[in-house]
């Protein structure tokens, strides 16, 4: 029976959403720093070198930044829809309402807005997530959503990626999810060495390990496309309108910074092969660093050799002997003779 304006006891108040998923505002929020705290030592930097510091600097956080940013987005796969819908159960009340559902690597988000909000005296305002990620059980999830009493709706959506849903969804979009994340993270521990790498004279592995990350950002849109896509479609009716989703801004931007690096890789592979003297410049690494190295085995043998340049090595000097030094030595070695002159 409902009381005080058609509002059932027994459902929960909306709970208060942010803005932003917490895990992308924490990856902004460092990678940002980041970037603020370059640009604070940035006119330390004199000449030409300023610029180009600019240019690796801002595309290394903006690459590292995208991996971590779509490995916890929920924007992989998209899709919303206006429509007008029953609120509740037991309940005959209609209301008019944008319904979103995203699909993310690990999990799916709904989202249940009023238009107008103020409706049935209620503010109708909800953004609720499942997820299916290692050590979370959707399921059980699902139930308590089911306790709580949320919206129609919200419970329609969230039911059609529950394990037993004949659409399989679930499935199929938590495998998908499992690979892409996988392949996402291994992209991310190659941007990091990277970085490394581009900060020693070893600028060929460098380029090799950013075109290692620009394919395997690409090889997780491969597993998310081609796992998604095994089953039909399923049909999500809300109201008097159908919900499609289709691609995200996760999946396009991670296309996007994916054929960047690959297309980096490739140049920075050509330019060390065609141009390897201005690929050192604009990495800021002096050409002195090419000169050839010698070993020194008496210097720590084949355990621990030590290189040396051959601008540093000393060359061989021919010192004289004096005359008196000559005359003693030769007295010493032939006691014997009288003349011992040169």
């Given amino acids: 029976m409902a009381v005080f304006g058609h509002v059932f006891p027994f459902y929960a108040d909306p709970k208060p959403t942010f803005p932003m998923d917490t895990a992308l505002a924490v990856i902004i929020t460092i990678f940002l ?33 995208v ?38 690597l690990g999990g799916v988000n709904i989202t249940l807005t009023g238009t107008p909000v103020q409706q049935l005296n209620e503010t109708i305002n909800y953004n609720e997530k499942f997820t299916w990620r290692l050590g979370e059980n959707y399921a059980e999830e699902y139930a308590k959503a089911l306790e709580r009493g949320l919206p129609d709706p919200v419970l329609y959506l969230a039911e059609k990626f529950t394990p037993r849903s004949p659409c399989g969804l679930y499935h199929r979009y938590r495998l998908a999810g499992h690979y892409a994340s996988a392949m996402l993270w291994v992209a ?28 395997f950002q690409l090889l997780a849109l491969l597993f998310f496309s081609t796992v998604t896509s095994l089953t039909p479609p399923c049909p999500m009716h809300l109201g008097t309108a159908v919900l499609h989703t289709h691609h995200g801004p996760a999946f396009w931007i991670t296309l996007t910074t994916g054929l960047l690096c690959v ?29 050839m190295l010698e070993w020194s085995p008496e210097e720590g043998g084949l355990l621990s050799p030590r290189y040396r340049s051959m601008a540093e090595s000393p060359e061989p000097q021919d010192i004289p002997l004096s005359e008196a030094s000559s005359e003693a030595c030769c007295k010493e070695e032939h006691p014997g003779e009288t003349n011992c002159a040169l």
């Fill in 67 to 104: 991996i971590l940013a779509v490995t916890f987005s929920s924007e992989w796969s998209v899709g919303q829809v206006s429509t007008n819908t029953t609120y509740k159960a037991f309940s005959p009340e209609w209301i008019s309402a944008d319904i979103g559902l995203q699909v993310g």
């Fill in 263 to 291: 297309l980096l890789g490739l140049v920075m592979a050509v330019a060390h092969r065609m141009q390897p003297h201005r690929l050192k410049v604009f990495f800021n690494q002096s050409a002195e660093e090419d000169h």
């Fill in 33 to 65: 720093t980041a970037l603020v705290t370059f640009i604070i030592i940035l006119p330390g930097i004199r000449g030409k070198t300023r610029l180009f510091w600019l240019l690796r600097v801002v595309t290394s956080l903006f690459i590292g930044a």
């Fill in 188 to 215: 991310f521990l190659c941007w990091l060495l990277t970085n490394v790498m581009l900060s020693m004279p070893v600028l060929v592995y460098g380029g090799h390990m950013l075109l290692a990350t620009g394919i």
